[in-house]
């Protein structure tokens, strides 16, 4: 196949997408300019406005406490320790004791943080440090 045949075998290709490209673009404008033109122009302020049923608030609603979050990072991180060591587990035998090594080493570094985290008393629901 010779460079000319490709180019026109990706000319005809390109030449799609980019009607079809234009033509999405046109489509979306009209509508948008459409529905614009067509709109009622003389809506009250309740119809615009957001719609929340039941009585309206008075106070700040109450914050979430950042222990949440707190336990929300370390299942992430642990989380993804099971992601790296799935490989690790499927291809045990191939990686031999280097693996073993490896994964011993990668284990202890997270159980590390862990310990960190448990002295600085993030599981601790009263208190933070």
């Known amino acids: 196949m010779s460079h000319s045949e490709l180019d026109s075998t990706y000319l005809g290709a390109f ?31 309740l119809q615009v406005g957001f719609y929340e049923c039941g009585p309206t608030t008075v106070k700040q609603p109450n914050k979430i406490n950042i222990h949440y979050f707190f336990y929300g990072i370390l299942f992430i991180l642990f989380d993804v320790e099971v992601i790296f060591m799935y490989p690790w587990a499927v291809d045990f035998r191939l990686l031999g004791l280097f693996g073993l090594i490896e994964m011993l080493l990668f284990v202890v570094i997270l159980l590390i943080g862990f310990a960190y985290a448990w002295q600085k008393g993030v599981f601790k629901w009263q208190s933070i440090r």
């Open 15 to 45: 030449i799609i997408l980019l009607l079809a490209t234009c033509s999405f673009s046109l489509i979306t404008f009209l509508s948008s300019k459409i529905s614009k033109k067509l709109a009622n122009r003389n809506t009250e302020r």
